[in-house]
């Protein structure tokens, strides 16, 4: 993959060269910018999937997914089962965590994990007995239609089941319905516009009746009767596989589309506007205009978790990149380390130069493979030093604006570039960085090598170290104002009772006074009579 065999798509997706080949039930209206990038990763998802044998032992990261971390419920010396519940959500907006295979737990402690920090995270490391036993499972028995949405998508929580395509977010919190907004579009996500990864597409041509009854699945969650699948037209055996499980439930509310092979249209906001016209707000969920948005190996993960009672314990991986002796989609459990998988695909060429998780173009390198494949782990890449382009030299910014007719939420990267730079994190904000969706289409085609999606990136984690830090100050500047007005109204109730008391005691003195008053003039009075008395007896 070089630069020079990319063309941008500086034009709408009507203007695009679809061809006639192109013939979809409806046309994507598309999106803007983006790029079309070449790929060679259709024959590895064409190739077996292979399923990697159980671990010796498995590592599973507390935060595996969007939101706070979830809390262990298990104890080091504690034997458990494939599929028990080793960690408990913690909120509405966090997932629960299984077991992947029996054993013994043997830590909780720090270990590495696939995060670009390339610091530690607290994890729960079971040990393998090799029995691989599953503890008792609780599928929805009968008809799921029949069963309360509500309880259904519980189910999905109690699976611990999050968005496979990368972001990760909790997918019953996706699912939970809000009272103000109107659900009215399921969209299923195939579209796999990343150059390397293939996985999506290995589950579409192999287990499209799993996705397609997951996602009837989820319409009976949301109540909602239309489902459109979008899927890039580079995908034909996906597409096929996918037309020919929707006839099998002869269900109508399903609609195959296909897409234009764009990078990012894997994106749910690019993908939502492709397919509908409909922009999703800035700062906004796709939620906010009536969509929900999930990938492919998410729906056939509720197909599993509902209709068999498994969590989720694993998931497909590609193994990918120049460096890879015999790159491969393998089923993995979760918590596999990443260096039993490249062994299992014959271990790295000579030439390796960066191990990146991720696709080529979202993905993030890490020191090494002592790490463990999670729920976001859609992809191993292993780039050699012509594969990838950290040996380039960054030059300065040009201002060619190549940057802004690629970006696919129109902003201007070179603006934020600068502002970045400066640190002027008002004017990032002002114009509107985290619409960035760090899709590198800036990096790739800038002709100085400017890493800009990772200056991006950076600046939006000072915004929001920022923005904690101001939350910290207002919420301390509050407590302050709260204690002082405590206090005067501690030192007003005070100085009430001591005036209260002042008037009290007053009072009594006046009582006092009067009382002596009257009493002296009665004394005077009665002295007066026995004056008067004792004159009128002499």
Known sequence: ?????????????????????????????????????PTDKHELAGQPLETA?????????????????????????????????????????SANIHATTSGTVIAIDEQPVPHPSGLSAPCITIEADGKDEWCELHPV????????????RQRVREAGIVGLGG?????????????????????????????????????????????????????????????????????????????LAVEEFDDDRFEVVR??????????????????????????????????????????????????????TERIVSVCGDAIARPANIIARLGT?????????????????????GGAMMGFAVGDDNIPVVKACNSILAMTADQGRSSKDIRPCIRCGECARVCPSRLLPQQLYWHAGSHDLEKLERYNIFDCIECGCCDYVCPSNIRLAQHFRFAKAEIAVQDADRERAALARQRYEDRNRRLADAAQDRAARIAAKKRKAAAAADIHKRRKVITDVMTRVRQKEARRDRTETQ
């Open 1 to 37: 993959m070089n630069q020079d065999q990319a063309k941008a798509n500086l034009l709408d997706l009507d203007e695009a060269p679809v061809g006639d080949v192109l013939t979809p039930t409806r046309r994507p209206s598309g999106f803007y910018g983006g790029l079309y990038l």
């Open 53 to 93: 044998p159980p671990p010796p032992h498995v590592v599973l990261p507390l935060t595996q997914h969007a939101g706070l971390p979830a809390i262990p419920c298990v104890k080091p010396g504690q034997r458990v089962l494939r599929g028990q519940q080793i960690a408990v959500a913690d909120g509405f907006i």
């Open 141 to 152: 028995v009968g008809d799921y239609h029949t069963e309360d949405p509500v309880r259904v």
């Open 167 to 243: 972001a990760v977010f909790p997918t019953s919190t996706k699912l939970t319905a809000r009272a103000d907004i109107n659900v009215h579009t399921l969209i299923l996500n195939g579209a796999e516009c990343d150059p390397q990864i293939s996985c999506d597409e290995a589950l579409m041509r192999r287990y499209a009746t799993d996705i397609i009854a997951g996602a009837r699945i989820v319409l009976h969650i949301l109540q909602v009767n239309r489902c459109i699948i979008g899927i890039e037209e580079d995908k034909p055996e996906s597409e096929a596989a996918l037309r």
């Open 259 to 312: 897409v234009p092979a764009i990078y990012p249209e894997g994106s749910e906001r690019q993908l939502i506007q492709a397919l509908s016209g409909r922009e999703v707000p800035s700062r906004g969920l796709p939620l906010d205009i009536g969509f929900v948005c999930l990938n492919v190996a998410t729906a056939a993960a509720i197909n599993t978790a509902v209709t068999t009672g498994r969590p989720l």
């Open 337 to 357: 380390p990443v260096s039993s998988l490249v062994e299992l695909c014959g271990g790295y060429t000579s030439d390796v130069d960066r191990l990146v998780v």
